[in-house]
């Protein structure tokens, strides 16, 4: 056994903390395919407008996120859901906190990418992706006055332009064509609204019966 004076076993402990530590930032694990499945079931609902889900939602995957400290997917739903508890409330002071919170977690996730998130974590979804989507989705939804949807859209651009979407599941690219065009839509790029929707029904995406009917609405 090796003994160290009383200074330095004080560093070495230190170091070795140190190390242990960085260690676990940089080893992000996977929730369970079962936990992450359940949580995202609730965040798709209250995403889809049930305000009953966003606490569920969000208590799941602020658990998930608090077991996996090192996990920015975790993180980001967890930051989008507090986001939406904005809606579940009448009092302005606690929509604006709710708002902050959620957004300051959410710049934490985007932060705590590296390349190495650029490999699936969650479902066989690239991190990057993940999380710039849920960031793009949050930032495009705040009020106008919070100053995040610019940074938004460049977030979901980056994100319909990333070789990673090739590596992702179809269903989750095809959400993001989805909302890609949507973006587009409203800000009167039709064409470019039109090959999103397309790229959908092309690759046989479960959200092309959507798709389809969208190219229906615009046909000359």
């Known amino acids: 056994m090796i003994f160290f004076p009383h200074r330095a076993r004080s560093a070495a402990a230190q170091a070795l903390a140190l190390i242990a530590a960085l260690a676990l930032v940089g080893a992000a694990q996977a929730a369970s395919d079962a936990a992450f499945q359940s949580a995202f079931d609730h965040f798709a609902k209250a995403s889809a407008g049930q305000t009953d889900e966003v606490e569920p939602a969000t208590a799941a995957f602020e658990a998930l996120a608090k077991a996996e400290p090192a996990n920015p997917v975790l993180l980001a739903y967890a930051g989008a859901g507090t986001a939406m508890k904005s809606a579940t409330t009448i009092i302005p002071m606690r929509k604006l906190a709710f708002a902050d919170d959620g957004l300051a977690m959410i710049d934490k996730a985007l932060a705590m990418l590296t390349p190495a998130s ?14 710039k989507y849920v960031a793009a989705n949050t930032f495009l939804a ?5 100053n995040r949807g610019a940074r938004g859209a460049r977030l979901l651009n980056e994100v319909v332009t990333s070789p990673l979407l090739a590596q992702a599941p179809v269903g989750f690219a095809g959400g993001v064509w ?6 587009a839509e409203k800000d009167k790029r039709t064409d470019d609204a039109r090959r999103f929707w397309r790229e959908v029904v092309e690759r046989r995406a479960p959200q092309a019966e959507a798709a389809q009917a969208k190219l229906r609405e615009l046909a000359p």
């Open 118 to 131: 650029d490999t699936p974590l969650q479902h066989g979804t690239p991190a990057t992706l993940e999380v």
């Open 142 to 146: 705040v009020p106008g006055f919070m």
């Open 178 to 183: 989805m909302r890609a065009a949507a973006l």
